[in-house]
């Protein structure tokens, strides 16, 4: 090969080496296409309004929890354990209090959940799975309103035979 011909092959792009392996794996990592919602109008407003209550309820029950959470922190005195065989209130208050503010962190976890679902809504994607894109069944969103998986991707296809 002449030394032209070696300098105009080098300039030329590179020959595509990808495996069939590689492609697969990266149209699996792209993100879906957000689809409309194909759902109603009135069903779009009955879940909004569902969420709405849901988010209210979650709300007042993280901060009920969080002030069980206080309240029990501010009768708790360092001090104040007795390390008797009788005694276990110490423990016990603060295996409450913890217990109070995870459930308070879940419910807040909740909320995060619905204004993301409240989001979709607007965007006009709620009731499409976030993950394929494709519908989530109206019976579904009716137990779950804030669900942004459809069933195959929430569960990873482990129904699949």
């Avoid at 092959?9 to 697969?24: E, G, I, L």
Wanted: charge should be negative; aromatic fraction near 4%; glycine fraction near 4%.
């Amino acid at each position: 090969m002449t030394k032209a011909a070696a300098e105009a092959q080098a300039t030329k792009a590179p020959a595509k080496t990808t495996s069939k392996w590689a492609a697969s794996k990266a149209a699996a990592n792209r993100a879906p296409v957000a689809r409309r919602t194909p759902l109603s109008d009135a069903f779009l407003t009955a879940q909004r309004a569902q969420l709405i209550e849901e988010r209210a309820a979650y709300t007042r029950q993280a901060a009920s929890l969080r002030q069980e959470a206080e309240d029990l922190a501010a009768e708790y005195e360092p001090g104040d354990v007795q390390f008797d065989e009788e005694s276990g209130e110490g423990d016990t208050l603060n295996v409450e209090r913890e217990r109070d503010l995870v459930l308070s962190a879940q419910a807040l976890s909740s909320v995060e959940e619905i204004d993301a679902a409240l989001l979709r809504v607007d965007a006009g994607t709620y009731g499409v799975c976030t993950n394929c894109g494709q519908p989530i069944p109206k019976e579904r969103l009716q137990a779950l309103p804030a669900a942004a998986l459809c069933v195959q991707c929430k569960t990873g296809g482990l129904w699949r035979h």
